[in-house]
């Protein structure tokens, strides 16, 4: 069996820890036999603009939509506007392939260390369900009277029912399949029309799902809670703004943004999913070779998972924990690996020769 996957490195470290990545994905599937992954690359990239004048191609998504998956590293670079990057490739992939789920698993790996006391392997371990297509990146607003004392800027902020349902349904069936505890971000004491409705829905869908206990905090409150009792967090969903927040803040707690992955899932499978490294193309290493690999091989292996390889998955990131276990860390964690060594390491052990 065979899966096509678009390949778009993008920028900085982007390359580097996507080449790492495919590299234990291919060794994973090769020890398991039977699955192969057949990538294309596209030099889509802030590099490409510079040429181009924009991330993509006038066909790109039209190009892609002929994948079973999209595997991205990072995009963005000094001198080009986050928005360009964002608005130019990333937000136009997960919306017109209806990625409207964003799944971030947060696990405290052995070998770790999380910057907060008393915390050990093992105590963190949760999922960050963002709401990926609508909410507070709307892309719709506007601004008047510019430079002058009367200037005023205006940014919607879009709910859809449609959107909030689906979002939260995939949390609680998630919840069910986990602790079945689920945990709600809101703000509905500050923000009284979206997170007002945002509640609702979760106390509608809750009616469904009675062996899930849900609670909602408040972002700010919640906030204090991933810091102060994160053992208590498994199942946390929020808006597209929340829910990135979180799972930086998430990602601090287990030792840092270079160990998060993310899915942008299509739960349908009508359209390709992407997945990619939390983290963006940090400048200040790129090219060095010591960028953390382990959020771009978690991806690959949550990647593997939705495409229907769940003993892939699990032999991959079993191989990285051992990795991390046994101390081959990249400089972010303390250690003096480098991006291939790391990769290099996960390798061997899903071959079972280390
Ligand atoms: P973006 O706007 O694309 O999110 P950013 O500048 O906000 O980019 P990153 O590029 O993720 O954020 O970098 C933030 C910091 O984290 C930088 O100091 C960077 O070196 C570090 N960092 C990010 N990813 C990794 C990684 N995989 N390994 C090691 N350090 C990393
Ligand atoms: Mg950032």
């Not at 291919?26 to 699955?35: I, K, P, R």
């Not at 004048?53 to 000094?78: C, D, H, K, N, Y």
């Not at 879009?158 to 995939?170: A, D, L």
Request: aromatic residues 8%; glycine residues 10%; hydrophobic residues 40%.
């Amino acid at each position: 069996m065979i899966h096509e996957v678009a390949v778009i490195p993008g920028d900085g470290i982007g390359p580097e820890v996507v080449e790492a990545a495919l590299g234990v994905l291919d060794a994973a599937a090769e020890a398991h036999g039977g699955v192969r992954f057949r990538y294309t690359h596209f030099p889509w990239s802030c590099r490409y603009y510079a040429e181009h004048g924009r991330m993509m191609p006038e066909e790109g998504l039209q190009t892609l939509s002929g994948f079973e998956s999209i595997f991205l590293g990072a995009v963005g670079w000094p001198g080009v506007p986050d928005h360009v990057s964002l608005w130019g490739l990333l937000l136009p992939i997960r919306r017109r392939f209806e990625q409207y789920i964003n799944y971030r698993p947060l696990r405290l790996l052995r070998g770790l260390r999380s910057p907060l006391k008393g915390i050990e392997p093992g105590d963190i371990d949760l999922v960050i369900v963002r709401e990926n297509n609508e909410g507070e990146y709307s892309n719709m607003g506007g601004r008047i009277y510019e430079g002058t004392p009367r200037e005023i800027v205006i940014q919607n902020t879009v709910f859809t029912r449609t959107g909030t349902e689906r979002v939260v349904r995939f949390a609680f069936e998630l919840a069910r399949r986990r602790s079945r505890r689920l945990v709600s971000a809101t703000k509905s004491n500050g923000i009284n029309f979206t997170m007002p409705f945002w509640d609702q829905v979760v106390g509608e869908i809750a009616r469904e799902y009675p062996d899930v206990t849900v609670s909602s905090y408040h972002i700010d409150a919640l906030a204090a809670y991933f810091v102060l009792r994160p053992k208590t967090l498994d199942v946390v969903v929020g808006s597209n703004l929340f829910g990135d927040i979180l799972s930086d803040l998430a990602a601090a707690i287990v030792g840092g943004i270079g160990l998060a992955p993310s899915a942008n899932l299509n739960p349908e499978r009508k359209y390709p999913s992407m997945f990619e490294p939390v983290h963006g193309s940090a400048p200040d290493i790129a090219g060095k070779g010591i960028a953390n690999p382990t959020a771009a091989i978690w991806s690959a292996a949550l990647m593997a998972e939705h495409l229907g390889h769940p003993d892939i998955a699990s032999a991959i990131v079993q191989a990285l924990e051992d990795t991390l276990a046994a101390g081959i860390v990249t400089p972010d964690q303390g250690g003096s690996a480098k991006t291939a060594d790391v990769a290099a390491a996960v390798k061997a052990r899903v071959r079972g020769r280390s």
